[in-house]
């Protein structure tokens, strides 16, 4: 079971794949989109390893860090959902945002994800809470943590600027990762969405 590589990148695909070579050897893995663009060819990586066996077939699923390995993990644990839509789950969201998504019961957030319907978005949100480890949230005016994600507010703080769910949508699934807090994110989103409509 291979669990990690340390290795050199000497291919990197448009299907979200790269060629990792370890001592002599060539190892494709499937990585999100959201960690394909910093594999350039030709640089040094590190990645943590889901190695997935099947009947017909082998994949190696490769992440930056062991908390992203954990949440695929947790994901393809899940009901309905197979490494693909895992790997598109987290290409949209990083962990910590999906367990402030999910601890906030934000189904807007979840169906930013393509292939997520309003449905899946609903069964997704009750089987992840008592699998990841979602922090219980006081009701809001009680002094604990707002029920409102970080994906939440600045979405509806865009729409509250005049802008289409649709322009929405697609600007936060191509913000960066950085964005953690919601000041940066909205700057973020903001900054792509006014460069659309230059």
Do not use: C, W
């Not at 979602?134 to 703080?157: F, I, K, Q």
């Not at 929405?168 to 659309?196: F, M, Q, W, Y």
Request: hydrophobic share 40%; aromatic share 4%; charged share 20%.
């Amino acid at each position: 079971m291979i669990a990690s590589l340390r290795g050199q990148v000497l291919e990197r695909g448009l299907d979200g794949t790269v060629l990792v070579e370890v001592a002599g050897m060539g190892y494709q893995v499937t990585v999100s989109p959201r960690t394909l663009p910093e594999l350039e060819p030709t640089s040094s990586v590190f990645l943590y390893i889901h190695h997935h066996i099947r009947e017909d077939g082998q994949t190696l699923y490769g992440f930056a860090t062991r908390d992203e390995r954990a949440t695929f993990q947790t994901l393809i644990a899940t009901h309905g959902v197979g490494p693909a839509l895992a790997i598109a789950i987290l290409g949209t969201h990083p962990p910590s945002a999906l367990v402030d998504i999910v601890a906030s019961n934000d189904l807007g957030a979840l169906t930013l994800v393509p292939g997520v319907g309003k449905k899946t978005a609903e069964r997704l949100l009750v089987e992840l809470r008592s699998r990841l480890a979602v922090p219980v949230l006081d009701p809001v005016g009680s002094g604990g943590v707002s029920g409102g994600s970080v994906v939440g507010d600045v979405r509806e703080a865009l729409a509250g600027l005049g802008y289409g769910a649709d322009e929405i949508r697609d600007a936060l699934r191509e913000v960066p990762d950085g964005s953690a807090d919601a000041p940066t994110l909205l700057r973020d989103s903001l900054k792509l969405l006014a460069a659309r409509r230059a």
